[in-house]
């Protein structure tokens, strides 16, 4: 799939560890959350199944998972990317890969990837942004945490509202996608501010109505 900056849009990013609140099976819980979100409309998809309450310790549930959101997928024409996991991606043929600044380098991913790929990588400061900003192989950055947020235990320091426009006002061109705490009260500010879209977990996972949660966002 060919990467386009629309793509990032409304970017959902979860795995079973954002459905511990529910009761019951949590990896039927995800799918069901995904049919929504897309039927609702986002624009591109991660898997990203990490921690304590994922199924990190179970991988061949964790493939097979990861395989059926894949096809829920392809049936609404949306990327299907991958967190850290080269070779399942490679393994499922995935969209893309998203990757953080301690992870595999996505040029090094990038020089064995079986066929073109989306490569997202995060970058917390305008430091790491330039470092990356002429490498062709990034696709496009996700850029926060914006505020602080409940969804990862290994957070880095909030970077605010405003982190996307400085990017922009020091030059950074690539697609950017905002992620960390973002209501649908921020979007739109965001989007005004240079990011290309917003990337969320908690503000569809937890919403009592994934359609309207979707819509408010978009």
């Excluded at 990896?27 to 409309?41: F, N, P, T, V, Y």
């Excluded at 409940?150 to 909030?158: C, G, L």
């Excluded at 982190?163 to 006002?169: D, G, I």
């Amino acid at each position: 799939m060919r990467f386009d900056k629309k793509m990032l849009n409304l970017y959902f990013v979860a795995g079973t560890q954002d459905c511990r609140h529910l009761s019951g099976d949590k990896a039927e819980h995800l799918l069901r959350i995904l049919a929504q979100a897309l039927q609702a409309g986002i624009s591109c998809y991660q898997f990203r199944d990490k921690g304590e309450h994922s199924l990190q310790c179970s991988p061949s549930e964790q493939k097979q998972l990861a395989k059926a959101c894949q096809k829920l997928c392809q049936q609404y024409g949306v990327p299907f990317i991958l967190n850290d996991m080269v070779e399942l991606a490679f393994e499922l043929g995935a969209d893309g890969i998203h990757v953080g600044q301690g992870d595999q380098s996505i040029t090094e991913i990038a020089a064995i990837a079986p066929k073109p790929m989306i490569f997202g990588l995060s970058v917390n400061t305008l430091e790491q942004a330039w470092h990356w900003q002429a490498v062709r192989e990034v696709s496009y950055f996700g850029v926060g945490p914006i505020f602080p947020t409940i969804s990862k235990a290994d957070q880095k320091p909030a970077v605010g509202m405003d982190f996307p426009k400085t990017l922009r006002l020091a030059g950074i061109d690539k697609p950017l996608v905002a992620i960390g705490g973002i209501t649908h009260q921020h979007a739109s500010m965001l989007r005004q501010h240079g990011a290309d879209g917003v990337a969320v977990i908690s503000a569809i996972t937890l919403a009592d109505d994934i359609k309207q949660a979707v819509e408010q966002l978009k």
